[in-house]
T-cell receptor, first 114, second 116 residues
Framework: AQSVAQPEDQVNVAEGNPLTVKCTYSVSGNPYLFWYVQYPNRGLQFLLKYITGDNLVKGSYGFEAEFNKSQTSFHLKKPSALVSDSALYFC????????????FGKGIQVVVIP | GAVVSQHPSWVICKSGTSVKIECRSL??????MFWYRQFPKQSLMLMAT?????????EQGVEKDKFLINHASLTLSTLTVTSAHPEDSSFYIC????????????FGPGTRLTVL
């Protein structure tokens, strides 16, 4: 069963506009949630995580994400997108008792239009 | 901090040969390293989990005799693709989890393997 759903294949946004990249999860209990970004032919860069505590998590490069338990969502947001934010974004989850094994969503391509 | 390197960054080999990929945590000690495979425009598929000093744990469907993993120290894990075939061509990415704790994994830059 898919643990992480990223419903869109691609998100297009104009430079300077707000960016939202959606993620929902389908594990029970209290999972650990992560966002990573991947530039072409590169490994993944860690953006932010939610483990416990405040539902709004701030991360690298001006990104933030909000954990919503009732909606089982962990959407990534940035108030003002930059062209350099164009990349592949992965949401990932470690389920409770998951032995620190990350389950990734399929990834969403973000294209920021100048 | 938390830098992970991989070597080589890309490799081309003939069918039937073996290729070794190194994954190093440069500025931290890693209890656990993970090996992933990524096909173009797809997500990462976990191949195996590697713990220092013990045998790797392979995911279902991954041939342990085909993909040999050695985790010799707290800063080095190697993946050897034995008797490589064209279908093994892929982007291989490793990640490491810190000995000091924390749940996030830090990823290497990846190795592009092309088998002719």
């Amino acid at each position: 069963a898919q643990s992480v759903a990223q419903p869109e294949d691609q998100v297009n946004v104009a430079e300077g506009n707000p960016l939202t990249v959606k993620c929902t999860y389908s594990v029970s209990g209290n999972p650990y949630l992560f966002w990573y970004v991947q530039y072409p032919n590169r490994g993944l860069q860690f953006l932010l995580k939610y483990i416990t505590g405040d539902n709004l998590v701030k991360g690298s490069y001006g990104f933030e994400a909000e954990f919503n338990k009732s909606q089982t969502s962990f959407h990534l947001k940035k108030p003002s997108a930059l062209v350099s934010d164009s990349a592949l974004y992965f949401c990932a989850v470690i389920p409770p008792g998951g032995n620190n094994r990350l389950a990734f969503g399929k990834g969403i391509q973000v294209v920021v239009i100048p | 901090g938390a830098v992970v390197s991989q070597h080589p960054s890309w490799v081309i080999c003939k069918s039937g040969t073996s290729v070794k990929i190194e994954c190093r945590s440069l500025d931290f000690q890693a209890t656990t390293m993970f090996w992933y495979r990524q096909f173009p425009k797809q997500s990462l598929m976990l191949m195996a989990t590697s713990n220092e000093g013990s045998k790797a744990t392979y995911e279902q469907g991954v041939e342990k005799d085909k993909f040999l993993i050695n985790h010799a120290s707290l800063t080095l894990s190697t993946l050897t693709v034995t008797s490589a075939h064209p279908e093994d061509s892929s982007f291989y990415i490793c990640s490491a989890r810190r000995l000091a704790g924390g749940h996030e994994q830090f990823f290497g830059p990846g190795t592009r393997l092309t088998v002719l």
